[in-house]
């Protein structure tokens, strides 16, 4: 009885215990989440599409690449094995970072790039990473084509096609930036005429130095026709 005692009783000192740890690590996480939840709500469309290229082409990367029947045998590999490996480790290296870009000021923790480069280092990252897909794709197909039996899977369509839909978001954010460049290299703020107040009556819109407009001439005397017609 006293061992069944003492078990019970550590037991229950354990889960107090992780009750405590789980309450204070609930504590410290929550503000963080909810900065998350508010900075991801206000984050524009484009940046919520770069993103989700960025997460569907990482999910493309643990799906098979390429399978078949070898030695007899039904194998598959995914984005990190067989001949392209090391292209599908590199692809997710460069795609972890482009979200942890994002990510890392949302959740309070450093600034990986400033916001003047964010959007040409990402642009330049995602088409690296679609231009090592695309040639992970022509050694498959030619491996493919020379193998009887194997054949392409659909994970690295997938991989290809969040690629291409991060690169083509992070081209349109990146001209965004370089027409509003362009146009503050232009406009001066000095340069910028004022704003005009409205008007509301005739008054408020004539000058206060303005001289009173001059009376009207007095009206043209009648001219008299009986002398015509008596004639």
Known sequence: MIPRKIAARSRGAAMSCF????CTLFAILRPMYEKFIRMLR??????????IGVLVCILGLFVPWIGGQ???????????????GFIGHV??????????????????????????????????????????????FTV?????????????RFGIYVSIVGSAITSLYAFLKYQEE????????????????????KVTAVADALPEDRP???PPPPPLPVEDHHLFSHQ
């Open 140 to 152: 498959l197909f030619r491996l493919t084509s020379q193998l009887s039996g194997a054949e392409i």
């Open 19 to 22: 009750r405590s740890h789980s």
């Open 178 to 197: 370089k027409r509003s460049q362009n146009q503050a290299l232009f406009i001066h703020p000095d340069e910028q005429a004022p704003p005009r107040p």
């Open 70 to 84: 070898w030695s007899g045998n039904v194998q598959q590999w995914s984005g990190f094995g067989s001949y392209t």
């Open 42 to 51: 206000a984050m524009e469309l484009e940046e919520k599409v770069l993103h």
């Open 91 to 136: 692809v997710l290296l460069v795609q972890l970072f482009v979200l942890f870009i994002t990510i890392s000021p949302l959740l309070g923790g450093p600034v990986l790039i400033r916001k003047a480069n964010r959007h040409f280092v990402r642009l330049s990252l995602s088409c690296i990473c679609t231009i090592l897909l695309v040639m992970s």
């Open 212 to 214: 009173p407009l001059p």
